[in-house]
């Protein structure tokens, strides 16, 4: 009988290990989640005191005639798209020349890893200050160039462009040290094999480098979009949405609804709006990636 029991014991043992482990993911994942997939069917509001009641699909109905919700979606996409393919770009640019100088990548992963190791908030106020019209050191640039600076922050017109050009910043080195490794790890006689054959710099990237790279690029592309579609810190701390909610994107919208006008029902209906659009994109993505 002991034995039995210290074999059903040893049995149930690795159950009880990871218990704690899913007990916690269950606390501070799958409950909230659950709970906002139920307030966003009701009319919950923390400025009342009476129960929040059942309005089925009526929060996301009311998103269709809310043109704030559609300029957020607007501000999202173009900044998505836009800080997405100039991080792919560069960071491809760079990993190609990496890959042809051994000296340079050290170098360069040395210094392009210190954006990375900034934290959001720290980054925003850093660069506000350099945006700065009156002291910052961008108009101070420009005007060494005989250049007016404009109003970075506080025009509508450069607001958008000035928050992008942060985003590329700081995660341009991280789509260069996923393609970089991607590139390292390419097998190597199929290079030579090129170089036998005669095949130029350009056509070896093209025809070779490129199509093997492909997942990895896929998967940096990825990565970015999630992130920069639910952006969030960065653009609060420098600008909270504005000017004229030029820089508002889904996101900060969100926030405001939730914990600035305490409206948490639809709050969460924006919340799975931001889920349902990633999720669909990402799967996409996986697509591609499974084909590549």
Same mark, same amino acid.
């Given at each position: 009988?002991?034995?039995?029991?210290?074999?059903?014991?040893?049995?149930?043992?690795?159950?009880?290990?990871?218990?704690?482990?899913?007990?916690?993911?269950?606390?501070?994942?799958?409950y909230p989640l659950i709970t906002?997939?139920?307030?966003?069917?009701?009319?919950?509001? #923390?400025?009342?005191?009476?129960?929040?009641?059942?309005? !089925?699909?009526?929060?996301? @109905? $009311?998103? *269709? &005639?809310?043109?704030?919700?559609?300029?957020?979606?607007?501000?999202?996409?173009?900044?998505?798209?836009?800080?997405?393919?100039?991080?792919?770009?560069?960071?491809?640019? #760079?990993?190609?020349?990496?890959?042809?100088?051994?000296? !340079?990548?050290?170098?360069? @992963? $040395?210094? *392009? &890893?210190?954006?990375?190791?900034?934290?959001?908030?720290?980054?925003?106020?850093?660069?506000?200050?350099?945006?700065?019209?009156?002291?910052?050191?961008?108009?101070?640039? #420009?005007?060494?160039?005989?250049?007016?600076?404009?109003?970075?922050?506080?025009?509508?017109?450069?607001? *958008?462009?000035?928050?992008?050009?942060?985003?590329?910043?700081?995660?341009?080195?991280?789509?260069?040290?996923?393609?970089?490794?991607?590139?390292?790890?390419?097998?190597?006689?199929?290079?030579?094999?090129?170089?036998?054959?005669?095949?130029?710099?350009?056509?070896?990237?093209?025809?070779?480098?490129?199509?093997?790279?492909?997942?990895?690029?896929?998967?940096?592309?990825?990565?970015?979009?999630?992130?920069?579609?639910?952006?969030?810190?960065?653009?609060?701390?420098?600008?909270?949405?504005?000017?004229a909610n030029v820089t508002e994107?889904?996101?900060?919208?969100?926030?405001?609804?939730?914990?600035?006008?305490?409206?948490?029902?639809?709050?969460?209906?924006?919340?799975?709006?931001?889920?349902?659009?990633?999720?669909?994109?990402?799967?996409?993505?996986?697509?591609?990636?499974?084909?590549?």
């Amino acid at each position: 009988m002991p034995l039995i029991a210290h074999k059903q014991g040893s049995r149930w043992a690795p159950f009880w290990m990871v218990a704690p482990a899913v007990a916690f993911l269950l606390l501070i994942s799958i409950y909230p989640l659950i709970t906002s997939l139920y307030y966003s069917f009701t009319d919950f509001s #923390l400025t009342t005191n009476r129960p929040a009641r059942f309005v !089925f699909l009526g929060n996301f @109905r $009311s998103l *269709l &005639l809310d043109d704030r919700f559609w300029n957020a979606l607007k501000v999202t996409v173009i900044y998505t798209v836009g800080v997405v393919a100039v991080e792919m770009t560069i960071g491809l640019l #760079l990993a190609l020349s990496a890959t042809r100088n051994t000296r !340079f990548r050290q170098v360069a @992963r $040395s210094f *392009l &890893l210190v954006p990375m190791m900034l934290t959001p908030v720290v980054m925003g106020l850093m660069w506000k200050y350099m945006f700065n019209p009156e002291n910052g050191i961008v108009n101070w640039f #420009l005007g060494l160039l005989r250049i007016a600076g404009p109003i970075w922050l506080g025009d509508p017109g450069p607001a *958008l462009p000035a928050v992008m050009i942060i985003d590329v910043w700081q995660w341009t080195p991280f789509v260069f040290l996923i393609l970089s490794s991607g590139i390292a790890s390419l097998p190597q006689e199929v290079f030579e094999a090129a170089r036998v054959d005669g095949c130029s710099q350009g056509q070896t990237i093209r025809h070779i480098t490129l199509p093997l790279l492909t997942p990895f690029m896929l998967v940096a592309l990825l990565i970015r979009f999630i992130d920069s579609f639910k952006v969030f810190d960065t653009v609060y701390v420098m600008t909270r949405g504005g000017p004229a909610n030029v820089t508002e994107s889904l996101s900060i919208y969100t926030f405001k609804v939730g914990l600035n006008f305490f409206n948490m029902g639809y709050a969460a209906a924006l919340s799975y709006v931001i889920l349902i659009i990633i999720t669909i994109a990402s799967q996409q993505f996986v697509k591609l990636e499974r084909t590549a």
